[in-house]
Structures are given as C-alpha cells and as structure tokens.
C-alpha cells in the first residue's frame, strides 16, 4: 500500500473552511475519481497562507515545486514569458498542478493582483492522495 509509508499532512481549520474546500475539491475535475474519504483527507491537508498585493504565488521557471493551490480570497493574474494572460483567478480557483503532475518547471507565473489568502496542499498529498488513486484504480481493471 502506497498510502502507508507517508506521513499524513494536516492542518486544523473551521467548520466553514473545511465545507468550502471540500466543496471546491468534490467539484474538481482533479478529485473526480476520488472517494469521499480520500476528499477528506485532502481537505485536511490544505494549509491556509497569505500573499500581499503584486506577490508572485508561483514564478514561472521555478524548479522545486512544492504546492497545489486553491485562491480562497483574493484574485490573481497568470503570466506567461512576461505577458499577461487573458485569465483572472478568483475564489475557488485552483492552479499550479502542471509542474506537480509531469515534475516539470513551472509553466507561467501566478501573481497576486491584492492581498489574497491562498489554501495550499503539499506535493507528497498531491502525488499520492490525487494522483495515486488514479494509478491504483486502472490497475484494478
Ligand atoms: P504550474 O506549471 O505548476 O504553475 C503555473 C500554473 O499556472 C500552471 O501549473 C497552471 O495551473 C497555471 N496556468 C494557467 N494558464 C497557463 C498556461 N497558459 N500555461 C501554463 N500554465 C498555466
């Protein structure tokens, strides 16, 4: 079993905090194959961070990508080689799983446009939880 080794990640937070995560990731193409409980242990995963006004979240190039991300409050801008992207991210939007899902550099910058709270899941959780159900279910077919 996968799951064993790991050290289970997990962040205390609020009644309300854990429905609106839970919420987001029931909804994401990315938990779509998921059980409840494995949804669940991803909301728990979640920690909360905060970004001030015009910070990079992710900068495109970077080669240690360590979080998936989901905007809790704020919006934020994606830029692509310097030029900005036709695309605002706003509440429940999620980014930053191309580098985790092919370990590959981040593919465009994510930044800020004002203060911001961002919820961030750890790679490992990522990896294993999202990613290796997947693995695990066409295995069985
Ligand atoms: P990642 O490459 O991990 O980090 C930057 C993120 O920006 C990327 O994952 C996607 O989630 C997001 N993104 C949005 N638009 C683009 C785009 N056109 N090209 C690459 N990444 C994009």
Not at 115 to 140: N, P, Y
């Amino acid at each position: 079993d996968m799951n064993a080794e790991v050290k289970e990640v997990k962040f205390d937070k609020c009644d309300e905090d854990k429905e609106t995560l839970t919420k987001i990731m029931s909804e994401s193409v990315l938990c779509s194959h998921l059980e409840p409980a494995e949804v669940s242990r991803i909301v728990d995963a979640f920690e909360k961070v905060t970004f001030d006004a015009d910070t990079e979240i992710i900068s495109q190039g970077d080669l240690e990508a360590e979080h998936y991300y989901v905007l809790g409050k704020g919006s934020a801008a994606v830029y692509k080689d310097e030029v900005k992207l036709d695309l605002v991210y706003g509440a429940g939007d999620g980014f930053g799983e191309l580098a985790l899902m092919y370990n590959a550099p981040r593919a465009a910058t994510v930044k800020s446009l004002e203060a911001c709270e961002v919820w961030r899941l750890d790679q490992m959780t990522f990896k294993v939880i999202v990613m290796g159900s997947a693995i695990k279910k066409r295995e069985r077919y």
